[in-house]
């Protein structure tokens, strides 16, 4: 029993939240294309109703766009995973504690993930 003690680890919760969008994009030499993108991110368990208004804002912000016309997206290619890499950088620039954001253009493929740092 002490030994076990000794090993025990913390563990946070965290809380999965998805969310679906319409955008354009043009990448890599592709020719202009759309997707109904699904995005799915794990975020620290605190604060759920805020996390979910903070997600639904950003997501907000993608649905019917063409994301090349982002500045951000002049800086880094919109593939899915700086797409998700912006989702990231959005959510924690409004203060959500996110731990993994996934990105995906189909259901079989071409996910895209970013892992933030604790
Ligand atoms: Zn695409």
């Given at each position: 029993?002490?030994?076990?003690?000794?090993?025990?680890?913390?563990?946070?919760?965290?809380?999965?939240?998805?969310a679906f969008f319409v955008a354009s994009?043009?990448?890599?030499?592709?020719?202009?294309?759309g997707h109904n993108f699904r995005c799915?991110?794990?975020?620290?368990?605190?604060?759920?109703?805020?996390?979910?208004?903070?997600f639904k804002q950003v997501i907000r912000g993608l649905d019917y766009q063409h994301l090349?016309?982002?500045?951000?997206?002049?800086?880094?290619?919109?593939?899915?995973?700086?797409i998700?890499?912006?989702i990231?950088?959005?959510?924690?620039?409004?203060?959500?504690?996110?731990?993994?954001?996934?990105?995906?253009?189909?259901?079989?493929?071409?996910?895209?993930?970013?892992?933030?740092?604790?």
């Open positions: 029993m002490s030994a076990m003690m000794g090993n025990r680890r913390t563990f946070q919760f965290l809380h999965t939240l998805e994009h043009k990448h890599y030499g592709e020719i202009l294309h799915r991110i794990k975020v620290i368990f605190d604060r759920p109703a805020f996390t979910r208004t903070c090349n016309r982002f500045p951000y997206f002049r800086r880094f290619t919109p593939s899915t995973e700086n998700a890499q912006f990231a950088e959005s959510m924690a620039g409004l203060g959500c504690d996110v731990r993994e954001v996934e990105v995906f253009e189909t259901n079989e493929c071409s996910g895209g993930v970013a892992i933030c740092g604790s």
